[in-house]
């Protein structure tokens, strides 16, 4: 089933994309490189190396979101606060909801309206007699995605924190207990011991993170629609198959695909390694 449902249809699409095969009728023959080179140069507007760069500013601001809050709650829980199994499900609860229902709320939430015609998070803010910090949200052509990147940064941290919170306390206590003795302040144990400790935790949730963002669709499409301002190459592969542009598209799922490979096969190898040399 692997090799007929996964590496299959891989191959398939592989093949399909260097076909000249850009309507709803059979190939007309083999097209070499020019589906893949069309897309960086002869592609109106310059449509696939914007989503590209959406999907870059998206990736960033996700990444980093994601992993400093779930850093962080993952601190304060390993400090054993009060409530910690209530705060646990708080933080993790965002994970229950689809990327589609989440993406529905959020759409309200980031209304890009003003003055009177604010809603969400912008009318919160004109009731609080804080309208200086109102803005565009997604609408802006500047850096909407990095505020698209607000609801997946809310639904995944939680799964991150997780993650570390795990890490923590799989630290043996005998590493505390030396540090302690040999009179490590609690910065120096959090800065020398406890921190490096969770560096492969922090590298998974790297692979994670920059995996999950690199094929986000449903969280876009619920927020914003198809939409220039917001387009990333996932959008642009659905729009393409509407048009019946089945080569194009299978270029663009091809690099896509390459993009993530490269994210992921160095750290599998790392993991191969590593789990061999033990």
Do not use: C
Not at 29 to 45: H, M, P
Not at 236 to 253: E, G, N, P
């Amino acid at each position: 089933m692997l090799a007929v449902l996964v590496y299959g249809l891989i191959g398939w699409t592989v093949n399909l994309s260097f076909q000249n095969r850009h309507n709803a009728l059979p190939s007309k023959g083999f097209a070499g490189l020019s589906n893949y080179t069309d897309l960086f140069t002869q592609d109106i507007g310059g449509r696939f190396t914007h989503s590209l760069w959406n999907l870059a500013v998206f990736t960033v601001a996700f990444i980093g979101g994601t992993l400093l809050l779930g850093f962080l709650w993952a601190f304060l829980l390993e400090r054993r606060a009060r409530g910690e199994g209530f705060f646990r499900a708080v933080y993790l609860f965002p994970m229950a909801v689809s990327f589609a229902a989440s993406g529905v709320v959020w759409r309200w939430l980031m209304n890009p309206g003003k003055g009177s015609a604010a809603g969400g998070i912008n009318a919160i803010f004109g009731d609080l007699h804080l309208s200086f910090l109102q803005n565009d949200w997604w609408t802006n052509p500047d850096w909407g995605m990095a505020a698209m990147a607000l609801p997946a940064i809310w639904q995944l941290s939680g799964y991150i924190m997780a993650l570390f919170l795990a890490g923590f306390r799989g630290i043996p206590a005998e590493l505390k207990e030396a540090a302690t003795v040999d009179g490590a302040s609690t910065y120096q144990l959090y800065r020398h011991v406890l921190f490096p400790q969770l560096t492969p935790v922090a590298l998974s949730a790297l692979i994670i993170t920059g995996h999950v963002s690199m094929k986000m669709f449903d969280l876009i499409m619920s927020v914003s629609g198809a939409q220039w301002l917001t387009e990333v190459p996932s959008v642009y592969i659905w729009q393409t198959l509407l048009t019946s542009d089945y080569a194009k598209a299978a270029a663009i799922s091809v690099i896509l695909l390459l993009f993530v490979a490269v994210l992921i096969v160095p750290y599998l190898i790392h993991v191969y390694r590593v789990e061999k040399a033990r």
